[in-house]
């Protein structure tokens, strides 16, 4: 066997896990009167007590930081509403969609080291998607991070995903990305020509996902365990499928009546594990990859400026689809600010960072019924 | 015309029925039976409101609950068939087209037989009051009355019948292929508007019966058929 083919792709792959230079954490005090001496603690724990009470969620986490006072993370309510197990400040949950930002940051630092381009297409980088997806030859890496290639987004789209997960939530966690791809997307028409429009599809990232792993030759746990988690020290957060017993739990009101059901293994099967969604963390884990991330700490200036910017297309509102590559644009009272919400059946999660004063907003309740976001403006100030 | 006494005591029947429903809810849930759907005491409430609807409807043109000049065939018989057959066309596209494999378990549109009796029996009746018996006759009587001079105004109905039943199929409208959302909006509008015809020619029971037929096949057998085979 000859060996030298893989030298250049074991060197990527050593520069790759260079570590960065970035501060690491201590380790965080999980109590809630570790932070009763926060100067605002009463402020924002009423408020939160309110979120969690107009949200109908058994329990919230908010973590808020910004300059001139301390990091404050609080908990109200219940993880497990089964065992009336509380929910704590450093408890674990499933983040959802701010997963993309991950993967976006591990393709862009791919990008950044030369082994792929934003330009290069899908059907060059994964040329079994060739004859498969419609136009892969005109879908770029930047489409697929952008979600402006067209393609269709079975989790949100197709009664037939949403069914097999309720009807038989194990068979569907079983599935690999390959059988997701091959049963929901291959075949499927776009919504429209590669570039010409915007829209939200969870199988752009199944795909980068599928990208990481083969540019890398590593499982996707390790590619985002390499680059992101361990450099940064993020020792509550991972993305591999591991026993979920002690996350907190998520909850939906199915029949809207008020009783609300844990539908953990709906969410479990839905994303765990994937590129799109699966990543399970805490509230502290997210702002230190928050910090990270936009303080230029994971990607060089250019890159992390090509992530931001507008995705501006004529069909978006104002021309603007306020998303980057991987990163949502939120117009708040505030101003724009960088992040990414996620949702699923059972959980809310949203990650935001406001660049006019560094500040760091991160808000998880375990009730998947949407979220009120003037919390946050009222509490970023 | 005027609802007939018999007419009123079949709607407090039917209301009978709702109370059973909550009654026998609330004891299964009490006995640990897992994800129960509940028939709440608001829905109850709107039903009863619903009698408000039974005693303007003949006087806005609509057939009398128990019009004696309906014949039972064009009451009960005939609606109840044609709901079938909606259930019918739907159960065969949901294991043909939607979800192929086999049902594993009760889906979120079926629950433990013979509790789904009680519950789709009421929630047809909540939906019929919801979409049809409260609103058409009630606003026939007012803008007939007020506006046009005439509450039994044939387009009047034909207006409110066609908005009115925009509502649940937009509400339900499923997220898939384009061919399986018109299918979706085209059957659930095609049979919320005969319902209201139906309501209108032959009383409201017809009506409900449509729906009846559709539930106690899409929700009731097909839920009692995966529940056999698990």
């Known amino acids: ?381 | 015309m005027t609802a007939s006494r018999s007419s009123l005591q079949i709607y407090a029947g039917l209301i009978g029925f709702c109370l059973i429903t909550v009654g026998l809810g609330r004891y299964l849930d009490s006995q640990g039976v897992a994800n129960l759907r509940q028939f709440g005491w608001d829905s109850v409430g709107l039903v009863a409101l619903g009698t408000v609807g039974v005693w303007l409807a003949p006087r806005t043109g609509f057939a009398d609950l128990l019009d004696p000049r309906v014949t039972n065939w064009q009451r009960l018989g005939r609606p109840l068939a044609i709901g079938f057959l909606f259930a019918l066309a739907d159960v065969l596209v949901f294991v043909g087209v939607i979800h192929p494999e086999p049902v594993t378990a009760l889906l979120f549109f079926m629950q433990p037989f013979p509790y789904s009796i009680l519950l789709y029996g009421s929630g047809a009746l909540y939906v019929d009051v919801l979409y049809r018996l409260l609103p058409i006759p009630v606003l026939m009587w007012l803008v007939g009355r007020y506006a046009l001079t005439n509450p039994r105004h044939t387009g009047l109905f034909w207006l409110l019948a066609g908005l009115s039943s925009l509502v649940e199929p937009l509400e339900q409208l499923i997220t898939d292929s384009p061919a399986l959302i018109a299918y979706s909006f085209a059957s659930g509008y095609l049979m919320n508007l005969l319902q209201a015809y139906f309501f209108r020619k032959y009383g409201f029971l017809a009506g409900l019966m449509i729906r009846l037929g559709h539930y106690a096949l899409w929700h009731v057998g097909f839920g009692l058929w995966v529940e056999l085979r698990l």
């Open chain 1, 1 to 381: 066997m000859n060996l030298s083919a893989y030298w250049p792709a074991l060197l990527g792959l050593l520069m790759g896990c260079e570590p960065l230079a970035v501060p690491q954490p201590t380790p965080l005090p999980c109590g809630l009167s570790a932070y009763a001496r926060h100067p605002r603690h009463q402020t924002y724990l009423t408020e939160l007590q309110q979120y969690r009470q107009q949200s109908v969620a058994p329990g919230s986490i908010l973590l808020i930081q910004k300059p001139g006072e301390p990091r404050w993370i609080g908990a109200v309510g219940k993880a497990n509403l089964e065992h009336q197990t509380d929910i704590q400040p450093c408890g674990q949950f499933r983040v959802g969609s701010i997963t993309k930002m991950f993967v976006a940051v591990a393709v862009l630092k791919l990008a950044e080291q030369g082994k792929l381009r934003l330009d290069d297409r899908l059907a060059t980088l994964l040329p079994h998607t060739a004859g498969r997806i419609p136009q892969a030859d005109q879908i770029t890496l930047r489409h697929l991070l952008s979600h402006t290639s067209g393609l269709t987004d079975p989790p949100n789209e197709s009664i037939r995903y949403q069914l097999r997960i309720v009807d038989n939530a194990p068979e569907r966690f079983s599935l690999t990305t390959d059988q997701l791809l091959d049963t929901y997307v291959y075949g499927k028409p776009l919504h429209f020509t590669p570039g010409t429009g915007w829209r939200y599809s969870n199988a752009n990232y199944w795909l980068l996902g599928k990208l990481l792993e083969q540019q890398t030759g590593k499982p996707l746990q390790s590619v985002l365990n390499d680059w992101i988690f361990k450099p940064l020290a993020l020792n509550d957060t991972y993305i591999e499928v591991r026993d979920d017993s002690q996350l907190v739990r998520g909850y939906a009101d199915l029949y809207g009546d008020g009783r609300l059901f844990d539908v953990s293994h709906w969410d479990r099967a839905d994303s765990d594990g994937e590129a799109d969604g699966g990543i399970i963390s805490t509230a502290a884990d997210l702002a230190t990859f928050a910090e990270a991330l936009f303080g230029g700490k994971l990607l060089s200036d250019a890159w992390l400026t090509e992530m931001l910017n507008h995705t501006r297309l004529p069909s978006c509102p104002n021309g603007d689809c306020e998303y980057g590559l991987g990163v949502e644009h939120w117009k708040t009272g505030l101003g724009l600010a960088y992040g990414h919400n996620g949702g699923s059946v059972g959980i809310e999660a949203n990650l935001l960072y406001f660049p006019h004063n560094r500040g760091v907003f991160v808000l998880y309740k375990n009730n998947g019924n949407g979220s009120d976001k003037r919390l946050m403006d009222r509490l970023m100030k």
